[in-house]
């Protein structure tokens, strides 16, 4: 029983709250336990966050430490201030793999110093549904080829510098219409559509030698038409071990999601999930005490005393979750993890490399007659209209133009709106604010939301030479007497927008 518990433990990556590790994750980590998720709660500062995982490793040497640092809109780093780097759409847009290589190294670099080890990206899922509620700016496009080929970059670059890369979230989220936070998405396409489209990306990471894979909750019925992927023995381990060939670590979404713990519980999807061939459970952004550790823990030995999952399996996966964190191990004993390697501190490349990647995604329509609105050359009043974000984006996270224009311009105002401010009109301060001042209207997946269009209209139909700046993904193009699409809202895209606004671009 003592082995099943340990092994048990190896497969079990639990968050926990505060800066610093609470004494139950340091006893937990010190009997066994292999790893555990950090999310922004965790972070405070460099130097705070350096602090933390040498606590962590304290307790464990090779003890794996995992994070979603995606850039762009999914940063646990800089979730406070907003991201340096801009997100796989923006850099798809640019089309550059050596630039999509660079930030991925750049963000390798920051994880190494911090002493993480085991980065959740990149997003290898093909955006084809451009209403995806979770996917969207995450994705670096909806053509398969291209983000099979940024995909390969993204982990090229990572990878580089020591920091093990998971590609995600297999096999595919790109082509859904609900969010698996919430509920069950469901994939309709053929074994040959798939094949064509949602796979290819993740074929190219694994030819990249990419170290992990995370799994979707998704329930693909070409394969499975009754079990999410995370918990589907046909996908995890008929198709991307058997049928793609992939042998290294497999790790769940948050199996505390409804897609699968609303249905079976946080210990029965995990059991579940290790059975079907899933070797690291990820748990804790939303339950991350003691006793969520201890109840999946438990659930998973029952499992094998029961029979419902195989003791061999477990132990497959635990050494699995042993081989990431020997390949860690080497890497920092041969001094690769954190080396400098070609990034942004490297000879002939900026140290600003987001800002530059930023700045070479911006695209501007113009519309006839509109050439002398732009650059500003008096302070404008800008109005954000600001969308609910799903639970991968920290809702606290700043965005928009108008800390930059501010900067830029002194004297820029601003009015802040979401969906509830406009439910019984715009409001008057809005469209009052830019009275015979430039009006820049701000807006994330605009086409996605009936009151943003509706806002929009409202605010240019008063102002029809009013410049719209679209931060999520441009469905309209046409909006605005000039339109910008920064293809992404990290704060570098910010940056990047005001540069073009204010003529500084």
Not at 169 to 187: I, K, L, M, N, Y
């Amino acid at each position: 029983m003592r082995e099943l518990v340990r092994l048990a433990d190896t497969v079990i990556l639990p968050g926990f709250p505060g800066t610093a590790p609470p004494d139950w994750l340091r006893g937990r980590l010190a009997e066994g336990l292999a790893g555990v998720v950090l999310f922004s709660r965790n972070v405070q500062s460099a130097g705070q966050l350096a602090d933390l995982t040498a606590a962590l490793r304290a307790e464990n040497p090779q003890v794996l430490v995992g994070i979603d640092e995606e850039a762009g809109e999914v940063t646990r780093l800089e979730a406070s201030t907003g991201s340096s780097r801009p997100g796989n759409y923006a850099l798809g847009v640019v089309d550059d793999v050596e630039l999509t290589e660079q930030v991925a190294r750049d963000v390798g670099r920051d994880l190494a110093a911090a002493g993480i080890n085991l980065d959740f990206a990149p997003a290898a899922d093909v955006n084809s549904n451009p209403d995806n509620p979770v996917i969207g700016l995450r994705a670096f496009g909806a053509d398969p080829d291209l983000v099979a080929r940024h995909t390969a970059a993204w982990i090229r670059g990572l990878q580089s510098v020591g920091v093990a890369a998971c590609a995600k979230h297999f096999p595919g989220h790109g082509d859904t219409a609900v969010d698996s936070h919430h509920g069950v998405p469901r994939v309709t396409v053929s074994r040959e559509e798939l094949a064509e489209a949602e796979l290819w990306p993740f074929r190219a990471a694994i030819q990249e030698g990419v170290r992990s894979i995370m799994t979707g909750h998704l329930l693909v019925t070409a394969y499975d038409d009754g079990l999410p992927a995370t918990l589907s023995p046909r996908i995890l381990t008929g198709l991307l071990r058997n049928e793609l060939g992939f042998d290294g670590l497999i790790v769940t979404d948050g199996i505390e999601m409804a897609a699968v713990a609303g249905v079976h519980g946080l210990g029965g999807a995990s059991a579940m999930a290790v059975a079907a061939g899933a070797d690291a459970v990820c748990v804790g952004g939303e339950n991350c005490d003691e006793e969520t550790a201890e109840h999946i823990r438990r659930a998973i030995v029952a499992a094998v005393v029961e029979g419902r999952l195989p003791e061999e399996r477990l132990a497959e996966a635990a050494r699995r979750v042993r081989d990431l964190a020997a390949w860690q191990a080497a890497e920092r004993a041969d001094g690769r993890a954190g080396s400098p390697g070609t990034n942004g501190s490297g000879p002939g490349t900026p140290a600003d490399i987001g800002l530059v990647a930023a700045r070479r995604a911006i695209r501007v329509t113009r519309r006839a007659g509109a050439s002398g609105l732009l650059p500003l050359v008096e302070a404008p009043h800008v109005v954000e209209l600001a969308p609910e974000t799903n639970l991968a984006i920290d809702k606290h996270m700043p965005w928009g133009t108008a800390e930059p224009l501010t900067r830029m311009l002194p004297g820029t105002t601003v009015t802040r709106l979401r969906e509830t401010d406009v439910a019984d009109g715009v409001p008057s301060a809005a469209l009052g604010g830019a009275a015979g001042r430039p009006l820049v209207v701000v807006v994330r997946d605009a086409h996605r939301y009936p009151w943003q269009m509706d806002t929009v209209s409202h605010l240019l139909s008063a102002r029809p030479d009013g410049v719209v700046v679209e931060m999520g993904l441009p469905g309209r193009t046409d909006l605005g007497a000039v339109h910008i699409a920064t293809h992404g809202a990290a704060r570098v895209c910010g940056q990047a927008a005001a540069e073009v606004l204010t003529g500084r671009a």
